[in-house]
T-cell receptor, first 115, second 112 residues
């Protein structure tokens, strides 16, 4: 399968714990995005990487959230001291760097439940 | 008020019907208008996109953009049970603009 993959698919944690999610984009894509989606809502932009550089972070991304993309390949999203409000689907997407690349290719998401 | 408004539904229609899905928006700077389909427990997948105003057809799907009214539509002809999913509209200011602004999604149910 050459699509975007995300691990784990599901994560249940207790409030206050740290969690880390991984995203493996399509191999030739140099742009990578993280979104958060809650039930009945569209995805909300969190952050964007071009290669290894994090070029944009949403104001939604509090200090408890950090994302990395070492070597411009896979990416990780860490949430520290989780809160119940962090419960959501975390989606990763990637796209190639071309002037006409409007499509973002999404992974299946990681569903986080904070108890 | 949200930048993009979309009726969450659910919209339930019989198989074979023509389906109309819509979004309104407030930011006149949007140039690219996209429709994504999302099945349960899956990520969104792009159905089609339109640049600026006009129509675009792809098989049973037609996308329309009316920038003067800030209104976009997706029509599905000869709807099938496999079309049952949540349909999300998304918009951006440019092709290189990575921040997509999304509607809440409309849940569509096609009854056999």
């Amino acid at each position: 399968d050459t699509g975007v993959s995300q691990n784990p698919r599901h994560k249940i944690t207790k409030r206050g714990q740290n969690v880390t999610f991984r995203c493996d984009p399509i191999s030739e894509h140099n742009r990578l995005y993280w979104y958060r989606q809650t039930l009945g809502q569209g995805p909300e932009f969190l952050t964007y990487f071009q290669n290894e550089a994090q070029l944009e972070k949403s104001r939604l991304l509090s200090d408890r959230f950090s994302a990395e993309r070492p070597k411009g390949s896979f990416s990780t999203l860490e949430i520290q001291r989780t809160e119940q409000g962090d419960s959501a689907m975390y989606l990763c997407a990637s796209s190639p760097r071309t002037s006409t690349s409007i499509e973002q290719f999404f992974g299946p998401g990681t569903r986080l439940t904070v108890l | 008020q949200k930048e993009v408004e979309q009726d969450p539904g659910p919209l339930s229609v019989p198989e074979g019907a023509i389906v109309s899905l819509n979004c309104t928006y407030s930011n006149s700077a949007f140039q690219y208008f996209m429709w994504y389909r999302q099945y349960s427990r899956k990520g969104p997948e792009l159905l089609m996109y339109t640049y600026s105003s006009g129509n675009k057809e792809d098989g049973r799907f037609t996308a329309q953009v009316d920038k003067s009214s800030k209104y976009i539509s997706l029509f599905i002809r000869d709807s099938q049970p496999s079309d049952s999913a949540t349909y999300l509209c998304a918009m951006s200011r440019g092709a290189s603009n990575y921040q997509l602004i999304w509607g809440a999604g409309t849940k569509l149910i096609i009854k056999p």
